[in-house]
Nanobody
Framework: QVQLVESGGGLVHSGGSLRLSCAAS????????MSWYRQAPGKERELVAT????????NYTDSVKGRFTISRDDAKKTVYLQMDSLTPEDTAVYYC???????????WGQGTQVTVSS
């Protein structure tokens, strides 16, 4: 069955770092664009970062540029989000997302909580 399993969330002080992982199974990982989204309480879900299926291009929302890095390891079928210089504004549930390049299929992970204390 198709699964996206996130891990690596937790509580961190302002200025600290976390690395989120998303382990994929049940589909051809190399055919999918991978993304990280986040949703804070009372706010709409927002796209944080995206990496192409080939890993040759990435995109970030302006608020995380220079602080977050998305990457993928096709051998491990895992996508990562390295988060540095975290602030309380980064507190949210972070979700892993996979989308077939032509848009026929998409999958969501269960989410992992990231809490940044001031």
């Amino acid at each position: 069955q198709v699964q996206l399993v996130e891990s690596g969330g937790g509580l961190v002080h302002s200025g600290g770092s976390l690395r989120l992982s998303c382990a994929a199974s049940g589909f051809t990982f190399t055919n999918y664009v991978m993304s990280w989204y986040r949703q804070a309480p009372g706010k709409e879900r927002e796209l944080v970062a995206t990496i192409t299926n080939t890993g040759d291009s990435t995109n970030y929302t302006d608020s995380v540029k220079g602080r977050f890095t998305i990457s993928r390891d096709d051998a491990k079928k895992t996508v990562y989000l390295q988060m540095d210089s975290l602030t309380p504004e980064d507190t949210a549930v972070y979700y892993c997302h996979a989308e077939l390049r032509i848009g026929l299929f998409e999958y969501w992970g269960q989410g992992t909580q990231v809490t940044v204390s001031s």
